[in-house]
């Protein structure tokens, strides 16, 4: 029971933490560990209360099925935590979270309980909330095509526009237009013909 010392500063039910740490132990993954332990308290009838368990990972509601003999895992990893809330009643408090897959609650959970549950939370939760805000830069840097240019080299000019003024086809194509257009005489069109194609040898 030594073990479970710390998950018992609230007065959580002792048989309660030993029962749920024997299941909840076989759940963790690599890096992670239980962090805190709520022990659902009703007013009536308590022998297989609801748990709620925060790893450095994620939220864990444990609900006990038939009679205690099984439970029921539901859990929130704490990147998907968008909201915490606690709401503390005259027989106790309601702790529940929201995610963007939906909503989840606990309640009779003793207040000094639900006030660390809270505490602990409020802390994930800011995390959370960095963390995703990291992605959305990352995201819009992306969209925005902000990528890693590796070894770029000194960027060159735009070539500048190749002119047609001075191409000889074009001057010829236009001179053969001018002359069906009745712009230029025949005797015009033929010496200036004569002059492009003479220009255009010379060039060769």
């Given at each position: ?11 959580q039910d002792p048989k309660a933490i030993e029962k749920l740490m024997g299941k909840v132990s076989g759940l963790l993954t690599a890096d992670e560990e239980v962090q805190y332990i709520a022990v659902q308290k ?59 897959r939906g909503y989840d609650l606990m309640d009779y959970l003793p207040k000094d309980q639900a006030r660390k549950l809270y505490q602990f939370g409020q802390a994930k939760e800011e995390e959370a909330r960095d ?74």
């Open positions: 029971m030594s073990s479970f010392a710390r998950f018992l500063n609230e007065n009703k007013p009536v009838l308590n022998t297989s209360p609801d748990c709620v368990a925060l790893t450095n990972k994620r939220v864990i509601f444990c609900r006990p099925k038939n009679f205690g003999l099984s439970m029921e895992f539901k859990d929130h990893q704490w990147k998907d935590v968008i909201d915490i809330h606690i709401k503390e009643n005259m027989l106790g408090a309601d702790f529940s979270i929201k995610t963007a963390y995703r805000r990291q992605r959305e830069l990352e995201d819009k840097r992306a969209a925005a095509g902000g990528g890693i240019v590796v070894n770029a080299g000194p960027v060159a000019a735009p070539a500048a526009p190749v002119s047609t003024a001075d191409d000889p086809m074009e001057k010829l194509k236009k001179l053969k237009l001018m002359l069906e257009n009745e712009l230029l005489t025949q005797a015009e069109y033929d010496e200036r013909r004569s002059a492009i194609l003479a220009n255009l040898s010379c060039g060769v």
